[in-house]
Protein backbone atom coordinates (compact mmCIF):
# COMPACT_ATOMS: atom_id res chain seq x y z
CA UNK A 1 0.00 0.00 0.00
CA UNK A 2 1.43 3.71 -0.61
CA UNK A 3 -0.03 6.84 -0.18
CA UNK A 4 -0.60 9.81 -2.56
CA UNK A 5 -1.62 13.40 -2.43
CA UNK A 6 -4.43 14.57 -4.58
CA UNK A 7 -3.67 18.30 -6.51
CA UNK A 8 -5.66 21.32 -5.82
CA UNK A 9 -8.31 19.80 -8.74
CA UNK A 10 -8.44 16.32 -6.86
CA UNK A 11 -6.43 14.24 -9.23
CA UNK A 12 -3.85 11.67 -8.44
CA UNK A 13 -1.43 9.88 -10.82
CA UNK A 14 -1.97 6.00 -10.85
CA UNK A 15 1.38 5.51 -12.51
CA UNK A 16 2.91 3.48 -15.67
CA UNK A 17 0.25 0.33 -15.66
CA UNK A 18 -2.75 2.29 -15.85
CA UNK A 19 -1.05 4.40 -18.20
CA UNK A 20 -3.27 5.53 -21.67
CA UNK A 21 -5.74 2.43 -19.98
CA UNK A 22 -9.56 2.57 -19.73
CA UNK A 23 -10.37 2.32 -16.42
CA UNK A 24 -13.94 2.14 -14.58
CA UNK A 25 -14.02 4.69 -11.76
CA UNK A 26 -16.29 3.18 -8.82
CA UNK A 27 -17.31 5.36 -5.93
CA UNK A 28 -17.46 2.54 -3.35
CA UNK A 29 -18.99 4.93 -0.44
CA UNK A 30 -17.69 8.72 0.77
CA UNK A 31 -14.57 7.77 1.62
CA UNK A 32 -12.97 5.20 -0.91
CA UNK A 33 -12.82 5.03 -4.80
CA UNK A 34 -12.37 1.89 -6.82
CA UNK A 35 -10.52 1.92 -10.07
CA UNK A 36 -10.57 -1.37 -12.64
CA UNK A 37 -8.61 -1.97 -15.36
CA UNK A 38 -11.21 -2.24 -17.91
CA UNK A 39 -11.99 -3.25 -21.73
CA UNK A 40 -14.80 -1.93 -24.15
CA UNK A 41 -16.53 -4.58 -26.09
CA UNK A 42 -19.49 -3.29 -28.45
CA UNK A 43 -22.84 -3.82 -27.36
CA UNK A 44 -23.84 -5.69 -30.08
CA UNK A 45 -21.21 -8.25 -29.00
CA UNK A 46 -22.29 -8.16 -25.05
CA UNK A 47 -25.10 -10.58 -25.11
CA UNK A 48 -21.73 -13.00 -25.93
CA UNK A 49 -20.12 -12.45 -22.55
CA UNK A 50 -23.62 -12.42 -20.68
CA UNK A 51 -24.41 -15.98 -22.16
CA UNK A 52 -22.64 -18.16 -20.29
CA UNK A 53 -23.25 -21.32 -22.47
CA UNK A 54 -23.16 -19.11 -25.96
CA UNK A 55 -19.78 -18.14 -24.84
CA UNK A 56 -18.25 -21.85 -24.07
CA UNK A 57 -19.84 -22.86 -27.59
CA UNK A 58 -17.90 -20.14 -29.29
CA UNK A 59 -14.68 -20.83 -27.12
CA UNK A 60 -15.34 -24.32 -27.88
CA UNK A 61 -15.25 -23.82 -31.80
CA UNK A 62 -12.22 -21.67 -31.82
CA UNK A 63 -10.23 -24.25 -29.64
CA UNK A 64 -11.38 -26.92 -32.31
CA UNK A 65 -10.71 -24.86 -35.34
CA UNK A 66 -6.90 -24.25 -33.79
CA UNK A 67 -6.70 -28.33 -34.17
CA UNK A 68 -8.03 -28.10 -37.16
CA UNK A 69 -11.03 -30.12 -36.33
CA UNK A 70 -13.88 -29.42 -38.76
CA UNK A 71 -17.50 -31.10 -39.20
CA UNK A 72 -18.06 -32.41 -42.85
CA UNK A 73 -19.26 -29.67 -45.77
CA UNK A 74 -22.91 -30.38 -46.89
CA UNK A 75 -23.05 -32.95 -49.74
CA UNK A 76 -23.95 -30.60 -52.77
CA UNK A 77 -24.02 -33.81 -55.49
CA UNK A 78 -26.02 -35.53 -52.95
CA UNK A 79 -28.22 -32.67 -52.51
CA UNK A 80 -28.02 -31.50 -56.14
CA UNK A 81 -29.49 -35.22 -57.02
CA UNK A 82 -32.17 -35.20 -54.91
CA UNK A 83 -33.48 -31.45 -56.22
CA UNK A 84 -33.40 -33.06 -59.65
CA UNK A 85 -35.82 -36.00 -58.02
CA UNK A 86 -38.23 -33.37 -57.06
CA UNK A 87 -40.71 -32.21 -59.07
CA UNK A 88 -41.49 -28.89 -59.88
CA UNK A 89 -44.64 -27.92 -57.95
CA UNK A 90 -47.08 -25.42 -60.03
Request: proline residues 2%; charged residues 40%; glycine residues 6%.
Amino acid sequence: MQTKTTDSKGRITLGDRFANRTVIIEEVDDTEVRVTLARIIPEREAWLYENREAKEAVSRGIEQAKQRRFAKGPDLAGDAKLADQIEDEG
